[in-house]
Structures are given as C-alpha cells and as structure tokens.
C-alpha cells in the first residue's frame, strides 16, 4: 500500500511538473481558499495577477505585426489578405447579432430582473462614474480615426492592436511589392523576431500560476458569494445563454469546417483555464495564435482574425449587454415594447465595437443605451456594479472561443485551412506525424511552429 501510494504522489508531483493546466488548476483552487478564509490577504493579491497581465501585454503588439508581416509576405497576394479581412467582418457582425438576440429573447423568457422594485432615487449614479473614471465610449468616426496610427513608436507604445495591424499590413504590402531580391533580410530578421518573442512568451508563462492565485483570491476576497445570492437569477440566465450560444457556436464550426468545438476546447484546455483565472483573454492571446497556426491555419489568417476579433467580435460581452439591459429595465419596473428592444440591438451593435480597451466599457455602453431609449433611468446602471467582475469568465470564454472558431471558419472560407493538420492536433497527435492528404494550398503546420518551441498538442 505504501508503494502504491510513493507511486499515485510521483505521478501527481511529475503532473504538476509538467503540465500547465494542472499547476493553474490547482492555483484556481487555492485563490479560491485564501480568499474565502481570509478576504483581507486574498484582496491584496491582485497585484499579481496584474504584473502578469502586464508582462503578456508587452509581447501582444510585436507578435502581432511579425504574424501579420510574415502571414502577407508568405502568401504573396495582398488580396486575399484584404478578401480574409472583409469575410472576418462580416462573421464578427453575423455573430455578435445572433449573441445579441440570443441574449434579448433569453431576458425577455426569463426575466433575471422581474420582481425587484427597485427605486431609481435610491440608486448612486457617482458610483458608475467612479467605476468607468469618467470615460466614454468613441463614435464610430472617432473609432475609425483612432484605428489609424499617427505615430508607429505609438502604436506599439500604447498597446493599440487595430494601428498595430494597419502598420502590419502596410509593412507586408511594402514587402511584397519590393521582393525579397531588394529586401532579402527583412523577412528572414521578422521571422527570428518572432521567435524570440514567442520565447520570451514561454518564460512569462511559468509565471501563469501564481498569477492565477492572485486574481482569483482577490475575487473572492474582494466580492465574497453575497453577489451570488443576490444577483443569482442574473448569473444563471447569463451563463447558460452563453452555453447556448456556444453550442450554437460548435454546430456552425461542425458545419463549416467539420471540426469539433469541444476537441478543440481539450486542445486548449491550459489557455481557456488562464483566461478564465485571470480573467483577461488577452493573457493568452499569443499563445491561441501558436496553437492555431499549429493546428493548420495559415498565417495570415490567423493574424489578421485574432487580434482584429478582440476589437470587433465580443460575443460573451454582446450577450451580458443585452441581458443586462433588460435586467435593469424589469428592476426599475420599466417595459420595453418590441421597437425600443430593437433599438437596443441596434446601439449595442455600434457601442460594443468601441469597448476594447476601455475602462469600464460595459457600463459605458449600458449607460449609452439607457440614453438612447429614454426610458431607464441612467443611474439603473449601477445596479449591475455589484455583479459585473463575476461575469468576466462568461465574457471572457465565450469572447476568446467566438474568436479562435472565426479564424477556422473564416480559413475555411478563403482556402486557408488544412483540416487534415486541425483534425490531427485536436485528437492529441503531433502536427508532424504523418503526411497531411490534402492541405488545401497552406504550409503544414510542423513548418509554422516557432523555432525551439515544441509542437503544443499536448501538455507541456
């Protein structure tokens, strides 16, 4: 017995040594004890997970403009770049209707605010101004304007995705049109650039569990289980319409791709599970490009689609704005009719576009759709203060598994998707274990994985 059990600890010990999602489980769990036996200790930790936020976030724009550099430069055909963009856009709008309706006609069944009667006067609209620092929300022109860079030490400076992308594309098509015959260096110096930054990637990583263990004793210290009880409709309508949508989401791969969501939800298991502990998908964001490229999607697809989807195609977000809508109007006893519900669809489409990356951007985008209905007090909107930070791993997994099944559909669509790879990766074999049968015009995937990484279809 005592052998069995020297044997059942090695394993667990080597598990916890060599696998990624164990050590981040395990950090999940413990955040949650600490910050449930002792809230004070657990509310000071988050500053962990923000260092590590902030260290993944300085790699997200160079990584970004090497991907979409080389992606062009590969392909060598500017117009099925610009042809992969137009067919994201019009994916990220078809999908993020659908979670907006889906979302809406799931408030209205069953009704997560209906019986509150709660008096608007007593409500604090500071408290939404303190929570989003004053900000708001850009048009549509100024959303445009801002997308443009006016400085390119600034784009990578302030972190800007959508002006790192412009760059990008801008440098590819310059490659393309001066051929490697007058530039033979640059590509070859992006490409070695990319490695280093997908290494540097690897080294922040083994930070990953203790940032997990931050974030989430700070959640649980900060918020308790009080929201729970009190908000507790509003959550269970909100992550089950989420399920849905991501079933939705798994039938409309399985159609246009014949992949599996699930399979693909194992093959990335490590990444969803830091995602969710931190609560932030852009802590994963280089390393769901690694794994896409190495489960066949080309390069420039997988570029352009990914980051461009952090900006244009938030699922989870759309459905908790369209819930949270109604929330607020059945708790302060208002009734929308079908035409000011519609009009909720259509401000929130325009709205969510503009929320990445700005503070409190939720309540922004509430707070301009309670304008533009003149009929929800605006200060209705601090009622979802209290609930706002649990919704983040709906918002978070639903926005980050929306992405990742875009860039499949959207490859698939352009020819640039080997499925043969995908199928591959996702069932647990190495990318390079046998000769793919049709590749459908795309470098296999042993070809795309960075130098000195190991292939990531199991755990590392």
């Not at 070695?192 to 083994?206: L, P």
């Not at 576009?353 to 985008?365: C, E, N, T």
């Not at 997994?397 to 698939?412: D, E, I, P």
Request: hydrophobic residues 50%; glycine residues 12%; aromatic residues 6%.
């Amino acid at each position: 017995m005592a052998h069995a059990n020297g044997n059942i600890a090695r394993r667990a010990g080597r598990l916890l040594r060599t696998s990624l999602f164990a050590q981040v489980l395990l950090a999940l769990l413990l955040g949650v004890l600490v910050g449930r036996l002792w809230s004070d200790a657990g509310s000071a930790l988050q500053p962990l997970g923000d260092g590590f936020v902030r260290l993944i976030k300085a790699m997200i724009a160079p990584l970004v403009f090497c991907v979409v550099v080389a992606g062009i430069t590969k392909a060598g055909d500017l117009k099925a770049f610009g042809r992969i963009g137009v067919k994201a856009l019009i994916w990220f709008e078809v999908a993020t209707t659908v979670a907006l309706v889906i979302g809406l006609l799931a408030g209205n069944i069953l009704a997560p605010g209906a019986g509150m009667n709660v008096d608007p006067a007593t409500l604090d609209k500071g408290a939404v101004d303190e929570q989003t620092g004053g900000g708001h929300l850009p048009s549509t022109a100024q959303f445009v304007l801002e997308s443009l860079p006016d400085s390119a030490v600034g784009a990578f400076a302030e972190n800007s995705l959508l002006q790192v992308l412009v760059l990008a594309c801008l440098v590819g098509a310059a490659l393309l049109h001066l051929g490697q015959c007058k530039v033979p260096q640059i590509l070859p110096f992006i490409e070695q650039s990319q490695d280093v930054v997908f290494t540097i990637v690897g080294y922040i990583m083994k930070l990953a569990p203790l940032a997990v263990f931050g974030a989430t004793a700070h959640l649980v210290g900060e918020y308790g289980v009080g929201a729970m009880s009190t908000y507790g409709k509003l959550i269970a309508v909100c992550y089950g319409v989420a399920l849905l949508f991501l079933v939705l989401l798994g039938l409309a791969l399985k159609a246009v791709t014949g992949l599996s969501l699930w399979k693909f939800v194992r093959y990335t298991r490590e990444e969803l599970l830091l995602a969710l502990g931190t609560g932030s998908s852009e802590t994963v964001m280089p390393r769901m490009m690694q794994k896409l490229r190495a489960a066949g999607c080309r390069d420039d697809a997988v570029g352009l689609v990914l980051p461009t989807g952090y900006s244009f195609n938030l699922d989870g977000a759309s459905i908790y704005l369209s819930i949270g809508t109604l929330f607020i109007a059945q708790a302060v006893g208002v009734d929308l009719s079908l035409g000011q519900q519609v009009t909720v669809v259509l401000v929130l489409m325009l709205t969510s576009k503009g929320m990445a990356g700005v503070p409190g951007s939720a309540f922004l985008a509430l707070s301009a759709t309670a304008s533009a209905l003149g009929v929800i007090p605006a200060a209705a909107v601090a009622l979802l203060l209290g609930v706002d930070r649990i919704m983040d791993s709906m918002r978070v997994a639903t926005n980050l598994l929306g992405n990742c099944v875009a860039v499949f559909a959207v490859s698939r669509w352009e020819g640039a998707l080997d499925r043969v790879t995908a199928k591959r990766v996702m069932n647990g074999e190495e990318p390079g274990a046998a000769p793919a049968a049709t590749t459908e015009g795309v470098t296999p995937a042993e070809d795309v994985t960075p130098a000195g990484e190991s292939a990531p279809a199991k755990d590392s």
